[in-house]
């Protein structure tokens, strides 16, 4: 059985691949929860409210200083308030026991600016809520506090009923949720810098 030949030039190439993609390190970053806010801001017929979401998970992956994936997960019951008939209408908007996770997975990223430790970008995903998924872009800015940690800083507009949600309402119909709500996030990754 003959052996397969490569000319000098080929062997080379092959050589200068391997290095490459031995020395192209993905960067593996979490959401810190201990340093992460998100809040819902919204309003009803009666006054505006605010929400805190209390648990915030996902993972950004860097691969040659691009962003790879960005998932985001959030439990439905982590949506406080502080006013427990608030909370439990906004469990019953979400059909918690159906879907008890609200996702975010990135697509891409698009109109990347970057100026020294800071970046403005426009991130495109799919954000899953009460179990219907939709496209939605939104503009985030970052900072680069330290090697392996980065600051994420936005606002996304939603309205609830694009996700065939219906906004609460409470005493007898009296009170009404406004459809459009506004999601707040300051949001800090971390990991084991990359050399």
């Known amino acids: 059985m003959m052996k397969p030949q490569f000319s000098k030039p080929c062997m080379l190439l092959i050589i200068c691949f391997i290095f490459i993609m031995g020395n192209a390190k993905a960067q593996s970053l979490k ?14 017929n009666v006054h505006d409210f605010k929400t805190n979401v209390g648990v915030i998970k996902g993972e950004l992956v860097i691969n040659s200083k691009k962003v790879q994936s960005l998932n ?3 439990p439905v019951r982590s949506i406080k308030s502080g006013e427990k008939l608030m909370d439990n209408k906004t469990y019953e908007a979400f059909n ?6 609200i996702s975010f997975q990135l697509i891409d990223v698009s109109s990347l600016q970057i100026t020294g430790n800071d970046v403005n970008v426009i991130l495109n995903g799919n954000l ?7 496209k939605i872009s939104f ?9 392996g940690e980065y600051e994420f800083k936005g606002s996304i507009p939603l309205k609830m ?8 309402t409470a005493m007898l119909g009296v009170m009404k949720v406004a ?13 084991a810098p990359v050399n």
């Open 31 to 44: 959401i810190n929860p201990k340093t992460s806010t998100m809040i819902i801001y919204g309003s009803t």
């Open 72 to 74: 985001v997960e959030i």
């Open 96 to 101: 918690d026991a159906k879907y008890p996770t």
């Open 128 to 134: 899953t809520m009460a179990g219907v998924t939709k």
């Open 139 to 147: 503009k985030t800015t970052g900072k680069n506090l330290k090697p």
């Open 161 to 168: 009923t694009d996700f065939k949600m219906k906004p609460p």
């Open 179 to 191: 459809d459009a709500i506004t999601l707040k996030y300051d949001i800090t990754v971390e990991g």
